[in-house]
Every structure is written in structure tokens, then in C-alpha cells.
């Protein structure tokens, strides 16, 4: 079972949980905590010292150095950024090389907002994470999604093993039902991964079990929920991985470590 922490975001603030790692040391020690957790993979944005987010290359270098400071786990940074931003701003981070990266795969309302992602966007970022030796996640937030992400795998710029984060419940997009997930798998071409990625308290929780139940892989963390339980906060990251970590175990699973993940995605880092 390969977890992926998803440890800030772009959205989410301390008015919503105090406990949100901000600067790029938060963001470091609260990814090494989360990796003792059972995290493999973890997902970065990366924010002003104000706590507004950014793209910018210098603050992703200085968080990545930290982490690497501390443990091995698989870095993916994002290419969504945040609502608002120019698709070369959002790509910033990639020439930085991580090993992996999100590559979002359709134009999604986001709220009262949307986050624009054209079919010659799609490419561009392909183009891109390929140039870097960057294995990107094709994040699919609808079904057309899917069918798009299908499409881009078709122009060659992609190698297999493919990576979908299957992204369920955005405020405007698709929510989560189990049916609407086992469609976007349906149309998941072969020799492909997916991480199911449930967006609120009720939707991480029902990421964890379809993961185990279908044989996915989990996302978990303060960019998609805050909740440990209804009305609850979490006290950190590492709670809510370490968690879905032992329900995983519980149902018969091993959780993958960063060097199962290297090889499970054929990463050019291995
Ligand atoms: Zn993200």
C-alpha cells in the first residue's frame, strides 16, 4: 500500500487548523513525521511567510533540501498551484527535477473559483515533466478527465507504469461516490497505478477504505481534509497517515516504503 501525504496545499490556512506547516522547515519536520508514519510519497505546495501560496522556485528548493536532509521519502511537487496562477508559474518547481509531479488533466471548478487546464496546457506539462526525468500523477477530478489523460498517454510523451490521482468530492467537480470512482477506473487505461484522493473528513475516510477495497493507493493529509473525526481537528499529518496506515495493515496490506515506490513506478531516481 502506497501512501501519499498531501501535508499542506494550497488552500487550506491556520484559521482552518492551527497545526498546518507553512514554512519549508514545517514542512519538512511534519513530512519526516509523516514518513515514520507509514507515508512514502509526499506532496508539496509551498507557501509566502504569510501563508499565501506560491510557486516559487527558490522556496521549493530550500524545502526539498530539508526533506532530503531527513529521509528518502518520494517528493512530488505540484503543478496545480493555486487558483489563479499562469501555467509558467505553476511549472516552476519541475526544473528542480523531484520525482514526481501532479499534472492536473481538465479544467475543474474549484469553489467559486476554477483552475484552468487546457488540452495544450496538458501537453506542455507533459513536455515538461518529461524534459526533467519527472513521473507526473494524471489528476483527474471528472471522468472526461480520465478519457483526456487517455489522450495525452496517446501522444507518447508519458511512459508506463501511469500514475492517476483520482480526485473526488471538489466543492464543483465530481463527488464522491464509489460508483463515480470504479467509472474513472474502468476508463484507466492498463499498466496504470491509482492513488484515490478524497477531499473533506468524510471523503479522505472513504479513500482509505475504497483503496484497500479496490486495491488502490491511499492520500491522506491537510490538503484534502483536517479532520480526525467529525467536528475534530487533527493534531498533525503523521495522525491522519498513521491511521490509514493501520487500517491498511489491518486489511492484510504492507505499506510500500520510498524505495518500493521507486520501483513500483519505475522512477528515475531508483
Ligand atoms: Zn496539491
Known sequence: MVITCAITGAETT???????PISPQEIADGTYDAYKAGASIVHIHVRNPDGTPTQDVEIFRETIKLIREKCDIVIET??????????????????????MASLDCGTVNFGDEYIENTWPMMQQ?????KKHGVKPTLECFDLGHVYLANKLIETGLLEAPYHFGMVLNVPGALPYTQDNLKYMLKVMPENSEWTVVGIGGKGAMMGVADAIELGGFMRQG?????????????DSNAQLIERAANM?????????????????????SK
Request: net charge negative; charged share 30%; proline share 7%.
Open 125 to 129: 506539462f507533459a513536455e515538461e515533466m
Open 248 to 268: 491498511a495493515k489491518d486489511a492484510g496490506y504492507e505499506i510500500a516504503t520510498p524505495a518500493d515506490v521507486r520501483e513500483i513506478f519505475n522512477l528515475k
Open 14 to 20: 491556520r484559521e482552518h487548523n492551527p497545526n498546518l
Open 222 to 234: 491537510f490538503e484534502d481534509n483536517i479532520y480526525f473525526e467529525k467536528g475534530v481537528l487533527a
Open 78 to 99: 505540484t503543478t496545480g498551484g493555486a487558483v489563479g496562477m499562469s501555467p509558467e508559474e505553476r511549472l516552476q518547481p519541475i526544473q528542480l527535477s523531484p520525482d
